[in-house]
């Protein structure tokens, strides 16, 4: 028996969300502020789990942006604003390990990983450092 999804289906509230609806999504402060929004997720392959996100912000018109990898675990969603939020000061922000486009980063790094989990003082998805 093939499984079909309808509309109806897909418009119930659940803790599930592919990952095409996440990307774009708005990341906001605690006070509704806007950062800026999730590029992509990076995927542990293996375990499955989110290891962190990309988070675009700065720039104008989507030109020039910084991209910053967030541990998914310091976001939360927020049903209301209908958006991550991220208790985050503009600081933390401005000092956080981030990079352009235009520059390389290398995604399977693991000391790369671990040094931003201790940035945002967050225990990776695989255990302790």
Same mark, same amino acid.
């Given at each position: 028996? !093939?499984?079909?999804? #309808? %509309?109806?289906?897909?418009?119930?509230?659940?803790?599930?969300?592919?990952?095409?609806?996440? =990307?774009? #999504?708005?990341?906001?402060?605690?006070?509704?502020? /806007?950062?800026?929004?999730? =590029?992509?997720?990076?995927?542990?392959?293996?375990?499955?789990?989110?290891? *962190?996100?990309?988070?675009?912000? $700065? $720039?104008?018109?989507?030109?020039?942006?910084? @991209?910053? %990898? @967030? %541990?998914?675990?310091?976001? #939360?969603?927020? &049903?209301?604003?209908?958006? *991550?939020?991220?208790?985050?000061? =503009?600081? !933390?922000? /401005?000092?956080?390990?981030?990079? #352009?486009?235009?520059?390389?980063?290398?995604?399977?790094? /693991?000391?790369? !990983? =671990?040094? @931003?989990? &201790?940035? *945002?003082?967050?225990?990776? *998805?695989?255990?302790?450092?």
């Amino acid at each position: 028996m !093939e499984a079909t999804m #309808t %509309p109806d289906v897909m418009m119930k509230p659940h803790s599930l969300i592919a990952s095409d609806r996440i =990307e774009g #999504t708005a990341v906001r402060r605690p006070n509704g502020e /806007r950062i800026g929004h999730i =590029e992509r997720l990076m995927i542990d392959k293996i375990s499955g789990k989110v290891s *962190y996100a990309i988070l675009s912000f $700065g $720039g104008f018109l989507g030109l020039g942006s910084n @991209l910053l %990898p @967030l %541990p998914w675990a310091r976001l #939360t969603f927020d &049903r209301k604003l209908d958006a *991550y939020q991220l208790d985050i000061s =503009e600081e !933390e922000l /401005r000092s956080a390990p981030s990079f #352009t486009e235009k520059r390389e980063f290398d995604w399977g790094d /693991r000391s790369q !990983e =671990e040094a @931003l989990h &201790r940035h *945002y003082g967050v225990a990776p *998805y695989w255990g302790e450092f």
